[in-house]
């Protein structure tokens, strides 16, 4: 196992892909397999301290989603009350109620820390 250390600079970074790369066909439980293990969790960590990714926009994850999963406006208009609100609603012309949250994060399954962002 290579000297393990934390990740602090891009060069660190760096050296810890490159590192990854080596031994990323590592067998769990080996030593190189540990290594991996802890490496990854090294990585993360660095990258969710310094490339943050933001949540997407309410509206944009609602019309993914429906995408996902072949929804019609018509579905939509089924979860969150009448059709013309589902218009509104995709067209930014009507914000989220804490109902529409509600019934969106439980039947599309989408987070509702993205739902209730302002857009």
Not at 11 to 28: G, N
Not at 42 to 70: H, S, T, V
Not at 90 to 115: A, D, G, Q, T
């Amino acid at each position: 196992m290579k000297n393990l250390k934390p990740i602090k600079t891009e060069q660190d970074y760096k050296q810890a892909l490159e590192r990854l790369e080596d031994i990323f066909d590592a067998k769990p439980n080996s030593k190189e397999g540990d290594e991996l293990e802890i490496l990854g969790i090294l990585l993360e960590k660095y990258e969710n301290e310094n490339f943050p990714i933001e949540l997407p926009d309410p509206i944009e994850a609602i019309k993914f989603r429906m995408e996902q999963l072949n929804f019609s406006q018509n579905d939509l208009a089924k979860i969150i009350g009448l059709k013309s609100r589902a218009s509104e609603i995709l067209n930014k012309k009507r914000r989220l109620s804490l109902e529409m949250i509600r019934n969106l994060s439980e039947k599309l399954h989408i987070p509702s820390e993205v739902l209730i962002q302002e857009y």
